[in-house]
């Protein structure tokens, strides 16, 4: 009877994802692959005009080209999980890549935080500060602070992962979502989660907080330093150099308010619909905003369309 009694660990999990709707899945199987192809492209092409042309050296394009190496990184440790998840009827991850994927999930985001905070210092900079840009925002200071970003990112992310393996999983092993989301694994943990319910209180004050107030703060001195210059061209010139970044902020914070602010439903119907629109804006937040990255940077910058556009003849030429 004691050994009856006795609970055994979990050692696999169940992602739920959209098992409620077959249909659904099958279309979202199509749109999210063409997605996903579409942000390896996009990011891709980035990366190589960032790095081959040498007019784009400069601090806002190498924050740039980290910004599109994140962004791969992010949904190639998800999206071939879900796309996974959509064809397979089964859908259960072991115990240690649940760790792995959750690991890698948690430390893009919060390295995107930080970065998009670096982003905004830097477009302060250039436009507030001109006459010292070159000085402050020399390569021995931006190099450090994108390697400060991702080297934060992965810190905060082995600390929120090795808090939640330790727990134990000896109950349900349903997640409900596509992928180890970590507030979604930490509901079926069977012991008390209120260590790690505060050091991810603290950790998003920090990786949310901090950035967000210092993008806020830097876009104060922005839109005042652009409204004193006397000419229209001049306000405009001096608007599109930080337009694409300002998007990016929008969509990427938006959509994570969006996610985690509305309040919750106490209906059974409308949580269940509470529940969908959750998980569509979850494969939102984690697809389409990088795939729209690229797109917002390449069409508002016409040195990067240049670049792409030399990038380009130059392949046709070798071949």
Sequence with gaps: MESANQTVSVTEFILLGLSAHPKLEKTLFVLILLTYLVILLGNGVLILVTIFDSHLHTPMYF???NLSFLDICYTTSSVPLILDSFLTPRKTIPFSACAVQMFLSFAMGATECVLLGMMAFDRYMAICNPLRYPIVMSKAVYVPMAAGSWAAGWAASMVQTSLAMRLPFCGDNVINHFTCEILAVLRLACADISINVVSMGVTNVIFLGVPVLLIFVSYIFI???????????????????????????????????????????????????????????????????????????????????????NLVSQKCFIW
């Design 63 to 65: 924050f740039l080209g």
């Design 223 to 309: 839109l005042t330093t652009i409204l004193r210059i006397p000419s229209a061209e001049g306000r405009k010139k001096a608007f599109s150099t930080c337009s694409a970044h300002l998007t990016v902020v929008v969509i990427f914070y938006g959509t994570i308010l969006f996610m985690y602010g509305k309040p919750k439903s106490k209906d059974p119907l409308g949580a269940d619909k509470q529940d969908l629109s959750n998980k569509l804006t979850s494969l939102f937040y984690g697809v389409v905003t990088p795939m729209l990255n690229p797109i917002i940077y390449s069409l508002r910058n016409k040195d990067v369309k240049a670049a792409v556009r």
